[in-house]
């Protein structure tokens, strides 16, 4: 059983900078594909950006159209942690962020995964 710990969500200037954490326990890391996903009010819940491992390395990363060259997903395997750098911030990036984590990279950009977690919140202001 893996548990997801979200950190690092909060309140930010339109234009701004925030960088989320995503801390797993539980299981053997580097064995799961990461991903983020975000959740605004009154809509569904959409992909944002995965990161997978195979073979010592990064073997692929994706991201949604809508926060490409903004966002930039890494994973450190040593601390059992997938972060989430998000630059020029902009109000309809407000959501509640949340972390997944799955064995299948491709089955995890399509929004399923084996674990998530409890979601961190972030309000951009215009």
């Known amino acids: 059983q893996v548990q997801l710990v979200e950190s690092g969500g909060g309140l930010v200037q339109a234009g701004g900078s925030l960088r989320l954490s995503c801390a797993a326990s539980g299981g053997t890391f580097s064995n799961y594909a990461m991903g983020w996903f975000r959740q605004a009010p009154g809509k569904e819940r959409e992909f944002v950006a995965a990161i997978s491992w195979s073979g010592g390395r990064i073997s692929r990363i994706s991201y949604a159209d809508s926060v490409k060259g903004r966002f930039t997903i890494s994973r450190d395997n040593t601390k059992n942690t997938v972060y989430l750098q998000m630059n020029s911030l902009k109000p309809e990036d407000t959501a509640v962020y949340y972390c997944?984590?799955?064995?299948?990279?491709?089955?995890?950009?399509?929004?399923?995964?084996?674990?998530w977690g409890q979601g961190t919140r972030v309000t951009v202001s215009s």
């Open positions: 997944a984590a799955d064995p299948n990279g491709p089955r995890l950009g399509r929004g399923v995964g084996d674990y």
